[in-house]
């Protein structure tokens, strides 16, 4: 009897749920439909003077404006700006003409003098910006009037431009930011005013950010290039993949930026079944990499390095474990990019070829089945950022790889601010993977040039101690060459050795994977550290 | 009674900062620190040296200790070094809606699990308790990510009631409904995890209590099986549920890091496991900090609770 009651009562209380669930899927209203865009983890300003994120960029791309922009066909066109920048024969001075009219969300009109601001504050000493670098670079910042400036720099180098396209240069409001700057003692910080509540150029204005959970926009009409199309734009943090993509497939995200390469098959399935999707699927400007610490013996010469190379089935890699969502890398640089070499040495898996050079190079196989060299053994550490599946995939195969060519391989993982702030810097490492983002120009002085290795001259990224007097006239010839044919020539060769002397292992470039609704105007990816929220102000719904 | 619970009180405080010196001590001791997320090719070690000295990385540690020391007995929980803002607004904003899940789970497990584990003792070996206990242990034994997808699976994607993640889809205005459809699945995955060992709990309490004498007495003067149940033995047998209910208390406040990242929910869970990966000291220490003094809480609690619901309990 009693039994009875409450499973009238669990009834009663099944159906109020029912009752809940029922109304809930009706009470849609008929306000503008909000774009929401699906991130996996949340953000720490929008200041983009202290970001370091990717999501960051997404959004600031929305509230914030550059003085160029790199769109989708890698090139450059001007946003902030009339035309793009004007360059002085000898290379050294930039003319910009800002457009007129452009003003910040509060009203007041952007001027040469905002640009200048962000350059002082960039170099104010003691206020810890990710990056200064772009602006160490400038010799002289003269104002000309209201919209016109001058920038000339210390020396020619070509590949300064590009930042100018990307966050960390986005303009802020002096009038606003100035009086935070001062009374922070002349820095910034992430828990400043301005993190929190930004005001910029861009064509949507910051309403609120709600921890670890979204950050809202709205339209800003007065947009210099026309009042935007959505009128509502909400980034919804979602700390897990699984999740992302259930909340894709319920609706409850529009856009999935950046999916899983394991979940693309889904997702093109989802496609497949009439779902009113599009999949992207395009190459990006990462790469992930096995460095070898040249200062080992071991891997001095480099006939191990090449073995190693050859006993690695990396095309197999990428269809078994990326599901194909990538491109065998040979160089550091894409094959999206202009300066791309395809004619350089290529390591197709061939353990045969792996066990001949490292004969030649003496390492005889002793009893254990280990190589040894002058009483040193072919024996070393692989060590990643721990929770990584597919670098500790590659782990595995390469382990298992290498050891049957006659290496013994001891994986080391550690987690990831272990991993780089200590392994790395400090330079404790045999074979360290990770990946690195790169711009789209070629240039790639901070990692193989001399000068660059951090334990010798306290700068640099040059982790693996390469040194080469070629590659060191390349890089240097790289940053001057103005013809865009010489250009080529230098990057050719400089990818020729590199694939030869192979200090890194280059595994594969990444490809991203975005999935949006089809009713979603104007949605354009860009492979670039633009990210593909760079046109933010072309995007409206379908009719 | 208040002699005592000033007694306990006094004695928190020298626990307090044990637990603080350890809690400081293990999380200084894992290598690396906030500064080594700041890597990217462009730093430069000098900015790297001088973040270090803005934050006071480059003091030896127990002077670290006692600057934090003094500034908590401030009532400051220090700055964030990650993201440079008070420890105690992070805390702060996302401490609500770890309330809301974890009390609402709670209520519900309980409110499960009490008659459940009743009715399984007083029908002992029946198909009722074999389902329920089976049930408990099925519930037990479901990791949360899995079984957190598999409702996803099921009440969102295929038949469509119930939102998948978030905890709203209304960011205008505050709608109630809403609201309540996304807490529906979180909560009962963590309700669904702790309902087992309550009900076990309370079955074996209620066991124990029906074999005893006195319900014997008042079965023989005749009375209804339910008044001897409900309003004899009941009381007794909740006692371990009290103790449990203390125990259980910093769970309240702990956050749920895997039913909170699968269900987007922006709770303290969250937060702390962000706070150890970027090696945010003073953001962990806030969170350690105030699990520690709802664990002092909660057991204080149940030994009062205990002493007011049992009369043979005294405290001198």
Known sequence: MKTVKRLMVLLVLSLLVVAVTACGGQAQKEAPKPLVWGMLSDIETLN?????????????NGIFSTLIKVNDKLEFVPDLLEELPTLSPDGLTYTFKLRKGVTFHDGVELTSEDVKFLMDMKLAEGNAVPSRDHFSKVDKFEIIDKYNFKITLKELDVTWLEAWAYSENMIPPKHILEKEFKENGNSLTKGGNFSRKPIGTGPYQFVEWKPNEYIMLKKYDKYFKGAPKLDTIVFKVIPDTNALLAQFKNGEIDVYDKAQPNQYKELVAMKDKGAAIEVFKYPAFIYLHADFNLRNPIFQDKR?????????????????????????ADSNIPPISWAYNPNVRKYD??????????????????PDGVRTKDGMKLAFKLSTNSGNKIREKFQEIAKQEWEAIGAKVEIQNYEAATLFGDILENIKFDIIIFAWVSGFDPDSKTLWHSKQIPDETGDGQNYVGYKNPRVDELLEAGLKETDIEKRKKIY????????????????????????????????????TQANNTWNIWEWEWKK | MFVYTFRRTLLAIPLLIMISIISFTIINMAPGDVTSMFINPDSDPADIAALRAHFGLDKPLLVRYFIWLGRVLTGDLGTSMWVGRPVLDMIMERLPNTLILAGVSMLLSFAVAIPFGIISATKRYSIFDYTSTTFAFVGLSLPNFWFGLMLILLFSLKLGWLPSGGMRANFDEFELIDRLRHLILPAIVLATGTMASKTRYMRSSMLEVIRQDYIRTARSKGLSERVVIYKHALKNA???????????LPSLVSGAVITESIFSWPGIGRLVVEAIWTRDYPVIMGVNMMGAIMVIIGSLIADIGYALADPRIKYN
Do not use: H
């Not at chain 1, 020729?496 to 089809?518: D, G, Q, R, S």
């Open chain 1, 48 to 60: 983009p003077i202290l970001s370091e994120s990717s999501n960051e960029t997404d959004i600031m």
């Open chain 1, 304 to 328: 191990v390095r090449q073995a190693l190379n050859y006993a690695f089935p990396k095309q197999q890699f990428i269809e078994t474990v990326l599901d194909g969502i990538g491109t065998p």
């Open chain 1, 349 to 366: 898996y061939n353990p045969d070829k792996a066990k001949q050079l490292l004969d030649e190079a003496g390492w005889v196989v002793g």
């Open chain 1, 492 to 527: 050719w060769e400089l990818q020729e050795i590199l694939a030869e002397e192979v200090p890194y292992m280059f595994i594969y470039y990444y490809n991203n994977i975005t999935a949006v609704p089809t009713s979603l105007v104007n949605f354009k990816v860009n492979p």
């Open chain 2, 238 to 248: 909740l006692l371990p549920i009290i103790t449990l209910f203390g125990l259980l």
